[in-house]
């Protein structure tokens, strides 16, 4: 039982670049939710899924894009990567009746 | 609009001591409200949690507070450990009719123990 995973751990990217960020969770867990923390900051809400196939714009959703195909899979998308998006992103899921959630390691990306 | 608060970014206490960490809040519809541990370079892992009925919740060395018209509540780490040194974030949630498990964070406190 791996938990949540995400890879990449690290990425740098250039302005304009595209990339997509994975997370898979093993534990057949309802809900799914994608949060970025910068520092000296606490976790904002980007966006977040509440089964397969159903997503939701959460805090901070400018320049990004999800997609939940299937109850493992919640990939974060960021289409023109601006400098403002570095961050350390995390993915987290929990079932729909408990609010404890349940964190990966989190990407750390960079935009150069 | 920071609808959670931790207004102290920093703690250090002296190994075998209390810990306390503080967090306010604006909301009004928050009923449910979590603890968070962080260490560096991982994510963050539950620690406890306390819903709006209830104005106390212990586990271990653990216990959560909950003032309710203050907008306020509290973790305590008795006695406080050099493993506990971490980054503690409060967060909040409305549970209600349309639950989403939406979480909103505060912005943490770095706690260190001394040994």
């Known amino acids: 039982n791996a938990g949540v995973t995400q890879t990449p751990k690290f990425r740098i990217l250039k302005i304009g670049q595209s990339m997509t960020l994975q997370c898979t969770q093993d534990?057949?867990?309802?809900?799914m939710y994608w949060y970025r923390q910068d520092p000296g900051m606490g976790l904002k809400l980007i966006y977040y899924?509440?089964?397969?196939?159903?997503?939701d714009k959460g805090e901070v959703p400018n320049g990004y894009n999800v997609s939940r195909s299937t109850t493992e899979d919640f990939p974060l998308r960021l289409e023109l990567a601006a400098p403002s998006q570095t961050s350390v992103y995390f993915c987290?899921?929990?079932?729909?009746?408990?609010?404890?959630?349940?964190f990966g390691p989190g990407t750390r990306l960079t935009v150069l | 609009d920071q609808q959670v608060k931790q207004n102290s970014p920093s703690l250090s206490v002296q190994e075998g001591r209390i810990s306390i960490l503080n967090c306010d809040y604006t909301?009004?519809?928050?009923?449910?409200f979590l603890w968070y541990k962080k260490y560096p370079a991982e994510g963050p892992t539950f620690l406890i949690s306390?819903?709006?009925?209830?104005d106390k919740n212990e586990d271990g060395r653990f216990t959560v507070f909950l003032n309710k018209s203050a907008k306020h509540l509290s973790l305590h780490i008795v006695p406080s450990q050099p493993g506990d040194s971490a980054v503690y974030f409060c967060?909040?949630?409305?549970?209600?009719?349309?639950?989403?498990?939406?979480?909103?964070f505060g912005q943490g406190t770095t706690l260190q123990v001394k040994p």
């Open positions: 987290a899921s929990s079932f729909w009746d408990r609010n404890e959630q349940f």
């Open positions: 967060a909040a949630s409305e549970v209600g009719s349309s639950n989403t498990g939406k979480l909103i």
């Open positions: 306390i819903s709006s009925i209830k």
């Open positions: 899924s509440v089964g397969a196939g159903i997503t």
């Open positions: 909301n009004s519809m928050f009923d449910y």
């Open positions: 534990m057949n867990h309802n809900y």
